[in-house]
């Protein structure tokens, strides 16, 4: 098992699974005849980022994390507040082929590193307790979230569509 | 790294964040005059679980996890609905002390089991997508859906509360 197992096939897994999420809402707002873009504005408490940012954050973790366990400068995560639903499925499209392109050797030795805390200037943490500890946390935290805010809001998500499909297995 | 380690000390440090959101819930409610027992049958939507059961079930996934990989007949999760914040702070502090007692060498070769799945008999996942694919994602759904619950609410819980601390190292 290493750094990359324990996180990039999950992580574009749930991208996977987030274009699942946006064909229900797009059908129940065809349904319920309203524009699906409203979703995008949409929190569960005012000071929450919404739905279109949770995404756009959730979409940039595995890039991000890609290049801070290969030690490259990781790119600023882009938050256009007018990002369509159609450019954030481009952006999940982009993000699974970026992961795709990452191959396992790339992270050789990547336990190893130290990764920076932009937050915490001067602070890091080890590649392992990062990927743990902060990155997979946050990324769950971001696509529960959105998978949230459009329960909430009367989309007909469960939780087969946040699992997704599974690798099975006779017994 | 082992699936001791890409499990266990991460959900034990999720468990004692959430007597963290459990302090500020009941500080808000005292605050607000209401009882924070009403909490414990909140939901997002009016087919989901609500907060009290979403703990439950959280709670209970360290202990099944231990169980399932070691190769123990996992001990059915309790949800009585009279559980109150009291009982499930005590539901908390006794999956802790199960967490500390599981050591690292119980779950020796673990990664060679294959995982029966209760909802599709007859089939079963390789122990490592069963903790990546399965165990993992649906901790951190329970985790921060009551997490969202509380926050929906007013309840002052930040993203700080979800993280907790982390392991930092001087760069």
């Given amino acids: 098992m290493s750094l990359y197992d324990s996180s990039f096939p999950q992580m574009a897994r749930m991208l996977g699974q987030v274009l699942v999420w946006l064909d229900k809402a797009e059908a129940y707002a065809q349904q319920k005849k309203f524009d699906p873009e409203v979703l995008l504005n949409v929190r569960l408490a005012p000071d929450q980022w919404p ?3 949770q995404i756009q954050t959730l979409v940039h973790w595995p890039v991000r994390l890609g290049a801070l366990l290969t030690g490259e400068e990781p790119s600023a995560r882009e938050s256009p507040e007018e990002e369509t639903i159609a450019e954030l499925r481009a952006r999940i499209g982009k993000t699974l082929e970026q992961v795709k392109a990452l191959k396992p050797e790339q992270l050789k030795g990547a336990e190893e590193r130290t990764i920076p805390l ?17 990155a997979l946390p946050n990324f769950y935290f971001h696509a529960t979230t959105a998978y949230s805010i459009l329960r909430h809001n009367g989309i007909d998500v469960g939780k087969a569509d946040f699992i997704g499909s599974l690798d099975l297995r006779d017994m």
């Fill in 51 to 53: 739905f279109r940012r």
């Fill in 118 to 134: 932009f937050f915490l200037p001067g602070k890091g943490m080890n590649a392992t307790d990062f990927v743990f500890q902060f």
